[in-house]
Structure formats: C-alpha cells, structure tokens
C-alpha cells in the first residue's frame, strides 16, 4: 500500500558529503512522521535525525552540525544531507514514514525503506 524507495548511498572519503532520498508513494492520505535512522554492524538501529510534530527537527548529538533533514511534502520526499561524513557514520540508513492511508477511515500505516549503505573510509 505504501512503498518507500531510498537512494544515495555509497562509499565516500572522511570530510565529504552524500545525500539519501527517500520518496513515499502509494495511498497515502498524509504523512505525519518522515525520520531517517541507521544500523551500523553490531550495533542497535538508532534516530539519526527527524521532524518532530511542530515541524521543527531534531538530531543524534553525533550528527548534530553535520547533517541535515529535510523534506518536500508535496513529493512526499525526505532527504538527508550529510556533509562532514566521519568512519563512524558507516552504516545502513533507513528512512521511517507514518501517516494515513487514503481508505475508508484512514487507517494509519507505518513503513521503512529498504536501506541503503553508507560507507565512510578514513
């Protein structure tokens, strides 16, 4: 019903920058939470940055400075740019969409891309 393709990821030198998309499509009547997250190997998956409900962002500590989220609502299209990359940022990213679905009642639903690699070489 909602599917989630995410792109820009690859292998980039410590200090450069990189830019993942991540566009929502399907039967979306709205979409209330666009949040970007990572994985890195051993690791638990953690909120690399988001939007709270009030529109405002918020960040890892770790990112904070370095990286920006951003969004185009009438793409349904959240973006990451990340600028200042460090080995440590190596990871999976994926990005979480909530809202609601354009069915009767407007039921809610919940997705997460496919992932895409970061890689970060020293």
């Known amino acids: 019903q909602v599917q989630l393709v995410e792109s820009g990821g690859g292998l980039v030198q410590a200090g450069g920058s990189l830019r993942l998309s991540c566009a929502a499509s399907?039967?979306?009547?709205?979409?209330?939470?666009m949040d970007w997250y990572r994985q890195a190997p051993g690791k638990q998956r953690e909120l690399v940055a988001g939007f709270t409900s009030g529109g405002s962002t918020n960040y890892a500590d770790s990112v904070k400075g370095r990286f920006t989220i951003s969004r185009d609502i009438a793409k349904n299209t959240v973006y990451l740019q990340m600028n200042n990359v460090k080995p440590e940022d190596t990871a999976v990213y994926y990005c979480?969409?909530?809202?609601?679905?354009?069915?009767?009642?407007?039921?809610?639903?919940?997705?997460w891309g496919q992932g895409t690699q970061v890689t970060v070489s020293s």
């Open positions: 399907g039967s979306i009547f709205s979409i209330n939470v």
């Open positions: 979480n969409v909530q809202g609601r679905l354009i069915f009767p009642g407007r039921p809610t639903f919940g997705s």
